[in-house]
């Protein structure tokens, strides 16, 4: 491993400066579950690690039923998980943050560093997505915001431009009978990286027999996790039968293109699209309150 | 845990004291390899190749020489360059060149993670660093990963030297075939020709790991004197002085090995890694001590995994469900070197059945992955997992219960195996008769896509050299010197037969693993022998304490000594008694300190018999099989310690699981390791496994005096036959490849 300098600022002004500062050459570090692991690995180079820990709009969790939730880039997944409003309103969210590794990775591992890690088979990022969730991104030219789907580009690739760093991630309160899921596959039953990984959301009429909306994603089975959007389309104002579930569910497999590597085949990445996604429907669907029709 | 009704004949034995290391291990104060810390001690780091197969063309040195903090670097250069001479290792053979150039690459690499360079410095960081100034020029090869593939003519060749060992007889020419066997018995045309029913499968399973928890070390100090002193974390002390000795060209007398306590070792700790290079880098830095750790992806790249293997069964049966024939060939991968366990597996596929018709031929042949080491029972696990599943597609077909099916066809005593030898008394019929009858197999099988399988599994187990020593304290307690190192409870099982033996309590005795220098030669842990066999030399050490103590008796009472009785812990004439602990107070008036010892060498060992069954529930949509309820039934001889014997049986089936669901190593083309991590090598963890339950059968091995038979192997021999034909029983497929992994099982139901 490589030495480099540390630093733990107090501010986000103070961010902005030393990443000016190192020219591409510094490295945010939220919980370090990632980045520590890639350095020792040689897989990054950091000059500078900056640990923005200790700023305090990163690591808070706001919530509010006009505005919604919004959660500091380095919060823990632990702090995310038990907190009261996060359960009560976003299960399909905990439903994947819950799965980052073991306990200790919980207290340590970030939302926002899931994101900005970029992985193809990051857990929280199909939730946030079809929780049509909210980059909020500050850099020397001020801020702006990206919704999560437009923010990996590549595999270990985000949309940051040199200099900015994620401040936090918004998610808007949910409509009335909506409903969110998140399931991944993995071998084993605990301690693994999803094979696939799919969210689903959706937002049921009032008779809770048809769709007004969804919200479908994958992970794992692209090189950036994946919106998609004709999937969840094509379930809009449809019935809640098991048929339309399934053909929405063939759509989504249809737009994977996932590789083989060491921890899945192509093959059968493409068959448990079909399968996650039924499921996770089934999920959304019943958080919503819906049933299928007989 | 059951074991079957029988009264405890002993008073010791049977029971379960507290384990006298227990208090170190659970506070933590138990020193492992990785705790050693001596003065001026460097740290050692070990540069290993990125190719699979390649010649080394240069290696260059020079830059780490100057960094600052660095203070030896080594090669092979400063290996002795040795002639081929093949000689025993625990649980297999080696070849003494090929050690040497498996500890440090000569002239060519020949997998992934081969060890090329070594360097000492002044911390771990600084050593690390130094690796990446070492520059080595390669010409890379193609590498040779398929086993099917590398006996073919024409396929690269990975040793120039080698040459087929046919049948005993040396071949011509280049090969990478290391060796040929064959063992058969009676008229295999005739047999197949009385069968009704002939089952014929190919199986392929992949190469697996042991998965210790423990990451080899070795700490060593090369004195000015040449004296070396080592320790480290292996399965035998005596083992690695001598390979050490071997590979260095140095006298055993000149080294000195203590064995640390051991994270584990399943066979993989039986062969030198980092020891001969801890040695070398002590004597060329200036005889400053070096202390080498290996992390989790140079074990899984660079140390013993077992081999994978192709395996080609066919078995027939008459219409009366007697099998009349068998044929089989197992072609084993040994790695980069010779001495895959294709014998053992050979031994181990047929073991179970009374065949009087039948050839098993075996194969072992060099590949470019890590040369393979001993892995609890080697080689039985996939010879198991081939036999076993003919074996209940034959029942299948027969329409008869599995498990009578393997009763009519049960070996018991006197019954001759294919290699010719006899079965002495075995307990397989017990285990079948008491897997038919638990309540496990009487249970309905509930819920759908569930099914149940069953297998059973032999392993042959062994004796092999050992000694003990003891001396009498004035307290009436007994301190035990033995040179087997504890991996699963065996300082405590050792203790029990010497305080069985001299009537006292198990927590009067303090058993103590002994180094080199302290205690009288002694083979390492290894093929389920240490309560077998180091318990000979302990039951041998007792006697002669009694012989000793009976003589003090006789003085004190001014008797003859054969007036003098021993039984249940109490010396007696007719007039008079002492009971052990009062003659323990004795002593200095009648000659001071007795003390007595013991080597053996027992042949007398019993092989270990299972049968296993097994539920599990398959997700037909994802592939992924659960394990519901495990049930494991064994002939244990005697249970020394019941407790142990039911973790050892436990951890061996929690080891199959892993073996026939998920673990494997994955290679990409070029003979990189793309798993080398616990993460991604996956090991079954805690939520995927149920309870395991356990019956214990004792039928007593006459071999030993206490009816002991070695258990830790026989357990790892059944499990992914049994999850094999519970799948097939729950969703009709026959999977003939290991790992069953989910995408497997979503292929095998296409
Ligand atoms: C044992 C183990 C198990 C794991 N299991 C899972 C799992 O099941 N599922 C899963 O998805 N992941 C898993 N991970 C990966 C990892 O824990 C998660 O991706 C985690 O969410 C990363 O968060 P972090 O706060 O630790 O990120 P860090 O390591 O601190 O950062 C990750 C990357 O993002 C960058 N970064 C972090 N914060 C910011 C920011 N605010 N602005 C810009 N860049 C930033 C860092 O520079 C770095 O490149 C596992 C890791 C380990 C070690």
Redesign the pocket.
């Known amino acids: 491993m490589q030495s480099f300098d540390y630093e733990a600022p107090q501010g986000i002004s103070e961010v902005i400066q030393l990443l000016a500062g190192k020219n591409g050459g510094a490295?945010?570090?939220?919980?370090?579950?990632?980045?520590?692991?890639?350095l020792r690995e040689g897989r990054?180079n950091?000059r500078l690690v900056i640990d923005?820990k200790n700023i305090p709009e990163?690591t808070q969790i706001t919530f509010d039923p006009k505005n919604g939730l919004r959660i500091g880039?380095?919060t823990?997944?632990s702090q995310i998980c038990s907190d009261p409003n996060v359960s009560e309103h976003f299960p399909g969210l905990v439903d994947a943050i819950h799965?980052?590794?073991?306990v200790?990775?919980q207290n340590?591992?970030?939302?926002?560093?899931?994101?900005?890690?970029?992985?193809p088979?990051?857990?929280?990022?199909p939730a946030l997505i079809v929780h049509e969730a909210v980059c909020h991104i500050t850099g020397l030219n001020g801020t702006r915001t990206l919704p999560v789907e437009e923010f990996c580009v590549a595999p270990g690739k985000?949309a940051?431009e040199s200099g900015?760093?994620?401040?936090s991630i918004s998610i808007p309160t949910t409509k009335e009978r909506f409903g969110a899921g998140y399931l991944?596959f993995i071998p084993r039953n605990e301690?693994?990286?999803?094979v696939v990984g799919a969210g689903a959301s959706v937002v049921l009429d009032s008779d809770r027999k048809r769709f007004v909306s969804a919200r479908i994603a994958l992970g794992a089975v692209a090189p950036t996790p994946l919106l998609a959007s004709d999937a969840g389309a094509f379930l809009a104002g449809k019935a809640v039968t098991r048929e339309n579930v399934k053909e929405a569910a063939r759509m989504a497999q249809a737009v994977a293109k996932p590789i083989t590597d060491l921890r899945g085949t192509a093959e059968h990445r493409k068959h448990l699209c079909a399968v996650l996604v039924e499921r996770a429907l089934d999920k959304a669907i019943e958080r919503a309150g819906g049933h299928y029709a007989e | 845990m059951a074991t079957l009704e029988k009264p405890n004949q002993y008073k010791v034995i049977g029971t379960s004291p507290l384990r006298h290391d227990g208090v170190d291990k659970v506070t933590g104060r138990a020193a492992f390899g990785a705790d050693i810390r001596l003065p001026g001690m460097l740290y050692g780091a070990v540069l290993r190749s990125p190719h699979a197969h390649a010649k080394i063309l240069s290696i260059d040195t020079s830059e780490v020489e100057k960094l600052h903090g660095v203070h030896a670097v080594v090669t092979a250069k400063d290996l002795p360059d040795l002639e081929s001479r093949v000689v025993e290792l625990g649980e297999g053979v080696i070849n003494r060149k090929y050690q040497s150039n498996n500890v440090l690459a000569r002239d060519k690499v020949l997998y992934f993670g081969h060890a090329v360079a070594a360097v000492a410095a002044t911390s771990l960081h600084v050593a690390k660093e130094a690796l990446d100034l070492i520059r080595v020029e390669y010409e890379v090869l193609s590498p040779v990963l398929d086993v099917r593939k590398a006996m073919e003519t024409g396929s690269p060749i990975l040793l120039e030297d080698l040459r087929t060992d046919e049948f005993g007889k040396k071949g011509e020419t280049r090969t990478n075939i290391a060796g040929h066997y064959k063992d058969a018995c009676g008229d295999v045309e005739k047999g197949f020709r009385e069968a009704k029913f002939i089952v014929e499968r190919e199986f392929v399973t992949k190469m697996v790991h042991q998965g210790y928890i423990e990451p080899q070390n070795a700490t060593a100090q090369y004195n000015p004197d040449g004296q070396i002193t080592i320790w480290c974390s292996t399965q035998g002390s005596f083992g690695v002085r001598e390979q050490v000795a071997e590979i260095l060209e140095v006298p055993v007398s000149d080294i000195r090995v203590i064995p640390m306590e051991i994270g584990g070792g399943f066979g993989g700790k039986i062969g030198v890694y980092l020891e001969p290079l801890a040695v070398l880098l002590s004597r060329k830095s200036g005889y400053r001590p070096v202390k080498l750790t290996m992390d989790r992806s140079e074990v899984l790249a660079a140390t013993g995994p077992t081999s994978g293997s192709y395996i080609k069964i066919k078995m027939g049966a008459d219409a009366n469900g007697r099998i009349t024939a068998a044929e089989a060939l197992l072609v084993y991968e040994a790695g980069a070197y010779p001495g895959s366990p294709v014998g053992a597996g050979m031994g181990v596929i047929l073991a179970p059945y009374r065949i009087e018709n039948g050839v098993v031929e075996g194969y072992d042949v060099v590949v470019n992955k890590p040369r393979t080491a001993a892995y609890r029972a080697p080689g039985g696990t996939n010879a198991a997992f081939a036999a076993e599943t003919v074996i209940d597609e034959l029942a299948e077909r027969l329409g008869l219960d599995p498990i009578e099916f393997r009763l009519l066809n049960a070996s018991k005593e006197g019954d001759r195996r294919v290699n010719g030898s006899a079965h002495k008394r075995i307990g397989f019929v017990e285990t079948l008769q008491a897997a038919k009858e638990s309540a496990h197999y009487q249970a309905p099988l509930t819920g759908p896509r569930t099914g149940r399988g069953v297998a059973s599994g032999y392993w042959g187990n062994y004796g092999g050299k050992s000694s003990a020593s003891a001396s009498v304290n004035e307290d009436g307690t007994v301190s035990l010197l033995e040179g087997s190192v504890d991996i699963g409870g065996t300082r405590t099982s050792l203790a029990m037969q010497l305080a069985e033996t001299l009537g006292i309590p198990a927590e009067d005795v303090r058993p103590v693993v002994a180094d080199t220098d302290s205690i009288g030669y002694t083979e390492g842990t290894y093929g389920s022998r240490t309560t077998f066999a180091t318990g000979w030399a302990v039951y041998e050490t007792a006697k002669g304490l009694i012989e000793k103590l009976k003589e003090r008796a006789a003085i004190l009472w001014e008797v003859e000594k054969d007036k003098v009785n021993f039984e249940n812990g109490v010396f007696f004439s007719s007039e008079e008694k002492l009971t052990f602990k009062e003659l323990a107070e004795k002593l200095d008036e009648t000659g001071g300190p007795v003390v007595a010892s013991a080597a053996v060498q027992p042949k007398g060992y019993g092989p270990g018999f299972a049968t296993h069954i097994v539920d599990v529930e398959v997700d037909p949509e994802t592939g992924k099989v659960d394990i519901l309820r495990y049930t494991a039934v064994q002939d244990v001889g005697k249970a020394i310690y019941p407790a142990y014997v039911e973790s050892q049986i436990q951890g061996g089936v929690a080891q199959g699981i892993g073996w026939g669901l998920n673990e494997e190593y994955l290679y990409d083309e070029q003979g990189r390791l793309l798993n080398a991590s616990w993460?991604d090598y996956r090991m079954p963890v805690a939520l995927d496994l149920p309870m395991i339950d356990t019956i214990l059968i004792e039928v007593a091995n006459p071999g030993h005096p206490y009816g002991a038979r070695g258990v830790g192997e026989v357990p790892i021999v059944p499990p992914p036959a049994a999850i094999a034909n519970a799948i097939h029983n729950a969703i009709g497929v026959r999977l003939t490849e290991l790992p069953m992994s989910p995408a497997r099982v979503v292929d095998g139901l296409k």
């Not at chain 1, 088979?121 to 990022?125: K, L, P």
């Not at chain 1, 900015?164 to 401040?167: A, N, W």
């Not at chain 1, 301690?191 to 999803?194: F, L, P």
């Open positions: 490295r945010i570090l939220a919980g370090g579950t990632d980045l520590l692991v890639q990054r950091a923005v990163l880039a380095a823990s997944c799965l980052i590794g073991g200790q990775i340590r591992a970030s939302v926002g560093g899931n994101l900005c890690n970029a992985s088979a990051a857990d929280a990022i985000n940051l900015e760093f994620l401040t991944r301690m693994d990286i999803a | 993460l």
